[in-house]
Every structure is written in C-alpha cells, then in structure tokens.
C-alpha cells in the first residue's frame, strides 16, 4: 500500500523541481501525498485514484518528452559537432593519419572529414526515435517500478538495453547513406590520399559505417541520459493533460 504511493512520489521528484514557478504546486502536492500516506490507504481509496495504468502512463510521457527533446537536440545544426560530449573524433585507429597531417600543415582535410562524420550522426539521429518511442510502449509496470527505483539516469539505461541493437541496425543504412551524402567518403578518401603520399607512412583500415553509428548511437543516449537528469531536478518540459491528470495540478 504504502510502496506504490511511495514510488508516484519517487517519480514526482523526477519529473518536477520545486524551483521559483511552481513551488506552490509542489508544497501543495506534498502536503496531499503525506495526508495520504498518513491514512495508510491503498491507491484505489486515496483521493488522487491513481491506478497502475495512470502511473506507467505518466512515466511513458514523462520519457516519451524526454526523447523527443533529445533527439531534436542531437538532429539540429552542430549538435553532435557543437557538442564536446558527443562530437565524435577522430577514430583512434588513424589518430596518427590526423597527427601527420597537421604536423605538415594539411589540418583542413582532416578537420573536413571529423566534421562529415557528425555532420551524418545528424542527419540520421531522427531514425532512433521510432524504436526509442516503440520500448517506451512496451514498458511495463515492473519496468517501471525499477525505473523509479534506479539511478539518475534508469531510464535511460532501460532504454539503451531494450534498443541499442535495433537502433544500430536501423542507424546503419541510414549512415551508410548520410556518409556518403555529407561527403565522409570523400572527405576520408582525400585525407589519407595525402597521408599516403607521405614516405614509409601506414595506416590501419577502418570501418567508416560502423564507428560512425556506434558514435552516433552513444552520443544519442549520452544526451538522453542528461536529458533524464534534468528532468529529475530542473525540469523544462511542459506539463501534459496526462501528467497534470495522473500527479495532480
């Protein structure tokens, strides 16, 4: 009795901050929890009539916000270029291909080539939230619980466990195609062209595709998960009909 109002207050906290504009709606809420929790009353007597379905509700919008604003994030101009946490660099096994090349003043090609890399994580970042959004709807309400019951960033790794290998299947095409599009290839292609008119210089082969939509992917997650920290303590997201009806207003 007590756990399940217990955990809708976890999940409060996750979502709202009492910060300057809504402190009254959080002192008000708090006040109806513990008035409640005091009664010692199953959710189903309580006055908020909070049913399972309503809470993993509330929690798949809650997350459903969240992808969405990381994605948009993630899809824009420079976001994974503009972003030092998630700007994918320069693949370690050619480190030394970039490192030549600037010790001899050929920067440019290289800068190019980093830059189509994030330029193609952009452009294909729009085709994980379908799968992101679909393991949203088949979450359950013990998913939930243990997300509620998680770290800082539980929903996020929920996430990240139930679609990483559908998202990388997904994103690979789509890559594949933006590499091409964006100018990767070329961009690869000229750089080690000038690299490999440097005497006795050797480099290992990379797999453009692949460390492209791993980067992408991880980058994707990374911001999910601050995402879902924010959210946890200074939230920016609008407050739904459905969250409004499920946590009171």
């Not at 999940?11 to 504009?21: A, C, K, M, S, W």
């Not at 539980?154 to 890559?175: E, H, R, S, W």
């Not at 599009?181 to 990379?206: C, H, N, Q």
């Amino acid at each position: 009795m007590r756990y399940k109002f217990i955990s809708i207050f976890a999940l409060l906290i996750f979502i709202f901050n009492p910060g300057t504009g809504n402190a009254q709606f959080f002192d008000n809420l708090m006040k109806k929890g513990m008035d409640s929790l005091s009664q010692d009353k199953p959710l189903s007597e309580m006055g908020t009539s909070l049913s399972e379905d309503s809470i993993i509700s509330g929690l798949k919008e809650a997350l459903e916000i969240g992808v969405g604003k990381s994605i948009d994030f993630t899809s824009r101009l420079d976001g994974y270029v503009g972003n030092p946490k998630i700007k994918i660099p320069m693949p370690e096994k050619i480190q030394n291909v970039a490192d030549m090349l600037g010790k001899i003043g050929l920067q440019k090609p290289v800068d190019d080539f980093v830059l189509s890399m994030n330029r193609a994580a952009e452009a294909a970042s729009p085709k994980a939230k379908e799968f992101l959004l679909s393991s949203i709807k088949q979450m359950t309400f013990d998913d939930a619980k243990k997300i509620l019951e998680g770290g800082d960033t539980a929903a996020t790794d929920y996430l990240k466990t139930k679609t990483f290998d559908d998202i990388f299947g997904a994103f690979k095409p789509t890559v594949s195609e933006m590499v091409n599009k964006v100018g990767v290839t070329s961009a690869y292609k000229e750089m080690m062209g000038k690299f490999s008119s440097i005497p006795f210089a050797s480099a290992e082969s990379l797999d453009l595709d692949n460390y492209v939509t791993d980067k992408a992917i991880s980058g994707l997650f990374l911001m999910l998960g601050e995402e879902e920290k924010n959210i946890r303590t200074d939230p920016k997201a609008r407050v739904t009909d459905l969250l409004k009806n499920v946590f009171g207003k």
